[in-house]
T-cell receptor
Framework: GQNIDQPTEMTATEGAIVQINCTYQTSGFNGLFWYQQHAGEAPTFLSYNVLDGLEEKGRFSSFLSRSKGYSYLLLKELQMKDSASYLCAVSLDTGGFKTIFGAGTRLFVKA | DGGITQSPKYLFRKEGQNVTLSCEQNLNHDAMYWYRQDPGQGLRLIYYSQIVNDFQKGDIAEGYSVSREKKESFPLTVTSAQKNPTAFYLC????????????FGPGTRLLVL
């Protein structure tokens, strides 16, 4: 079966660093996405990892270890506007265009 | 402005009624998708289409139907057979290449009266 696990909620302080973990067990793997979703809005793309290692993009970085089925999203210099859900998603190598999504981690940034 | 639009933003369904959710994109994307999102759950794939006049069932297709007569449009019908339709419905599109990210519309929230 296909499974993606993320923590349900996290709380962090403005200006701090937070790491959101994601573990996955899937049959077939093309790559791993991270999306940000504010309440009641559409998900927006943050990052895509295909190879092992760290990808840095401004205040956001994403890490992938394919052998461990593990990824994390690192958010630095947290701002209040970073309060949102963060969705981990795996693109499957099944011959079709299929991506499966985790339930998301709701991040609360407090002053 | 290129993008993907969904309408309406809110939709109310009466018992036994079929309703259709609109999804339009002007990104010239080949692939389009419909997802359902329930509180505390991830996005679940309902249907997807890789090319005009072709579509495949996702994980939760029962009670839903789609059509892809034009590249720009991928409407979703929620039929009376779908017994628990209350959810947030998201349409997405991509170029169709496996590693391409999906771009999402603003969503339609469907409520049952």
């Amino acid at each position: 079966g296909q499974n993606i696990d993320q923590p349900t909620e996290m709380t962090a302080t403005e200006g701090a660093i937070v790491q959101i973990n994601c573990t996955y067990q899937t049959s077939g793997f093309n790559g791993l996405f991270w999306y940000q979703q504010h309440a009641g809005e559409a998900p927006t793309f943050l990052s895509y990892n295909v190879l092992d290692g760290l990808e840095e993009k401004g205040r956001f970085s994403s890490f992938l270890s394919r052998s461990k089925g593990y990824s994390y999203l690192l958010l630095k210099e947290l701002q209040m506007k970073d309060s949102a859900s963060y969705l981990c998603a795996v693109s499957l190598d099944t011959g079709g265009f299929k991506t499966i999504f985790g339930a998301g981690t709701r991040l609360f940034v407090k002053a | 402005d290129g993008g993907i639009t969904q309408s309406p933003k809110y939709l109310f369904r009466k018992e036994g009624q079929n309703v259709t959710l609109s999804c339009e994109q002007n990104l010239n994307h080949d692939a389009m998708y419909w997802y359902r999102q329930d509180p505390g759950q991830g996005l679940r794939l309902i249907y997807y289409s890789q090319i005009v006049n072709d579509f495949q069932k996702g994980d939760i297709a029962e009670g839903y139907s789609v059509s892809r007569e034009k590249k720009e449009s991928f409407p979703l019908t929620v039929t009376s057979a779908q017994k628990n339709p209350t959810a947030f419905y998201l349409c997405a599109s991509s170029t169709g290449e496996i590693q391409e990210t999906q771009y999402f519309g603003p969503g339609t929230r469907l409520l049952v009266l």
